[in-house]
C-alpha cells in the first residue's frame, strides 16, 4: 500500500526552526513532483513550496527567503526545512506527491496525513 507519511511538526516559538519529512513508501515506479501545504480551520488548503522531479523549486510569496525544500530521490522523501517561523505559520502541514505506481500506470496524487505546526511563545 502507498502512503506518504510526514513527520517534524510540532511547537515553536517565533523565530524558531522546525524541518518536516515526508516519506513515500510501497511500491513506487516513479515519483514526479512534490510539494508542501497548509491549512487552518477555516480556509482553503494553499502551497507552501514545491520540486519538481529535477530539483526546480516554488514558494509561496509568504515563505519565501524563510522556508527551503529540497528531496532526495534515493530515500523517496521531500523535506521542508522551516526558518525565522512567525505565528502566521500555524497551520496542518500536508505533503502531496505526484506517484506513478507502475511502468503503465497514471501518474496519481497522494496526500499525506498532515502534521501540525504551532508557533507560538
Known amino acids: 500500500q502507498v502512503q506518504l507519511v510526514e513527520s517534524g511538526g510540532g511547537l515553536v516559538q517565533p523565530g524558531g526552526s522546525l524541518r518536516l519529512s515526508c516519506k513515500a513508501s510501497g511500491s513506487i515506479f516513479s515519483i514526479y513532483g512534490m510539494g508542501w501545504y497548509r491549512q487552518v480551520p477555516g480556509k482553503q488548503r494553499e502551497l507552501v513550496a514545491g520540486?519538481?522531479?529535477?530539483?526546480?523549486?516554488d514558494y509561496a510569496d509568504s515563505v519565501k527567503g524563510r522556508f527551503a525544500i529540497s528531496r532526495d530521490n534515493a530515500k523517496n522523501t521531500v523535506y521542508l526545512q522551516m526558518y525565522s517561523l512567525k505565528p502566521e505559520d500555524t497551520a496542518v502541514y500536508y505533503c502531496k506527491a505526484e506517484l506513478q505506481l507502475t511502468r503503465y500506470s497514471t501518474i496519481q496524487t497522494y496526500w499525506g496525513q498532515g502534521t501540525q505546526v504551532t508557533v507560538s511563545s
Open positions: 520540486i519538481t522531479s529535477s530539483g526546480s523549486t
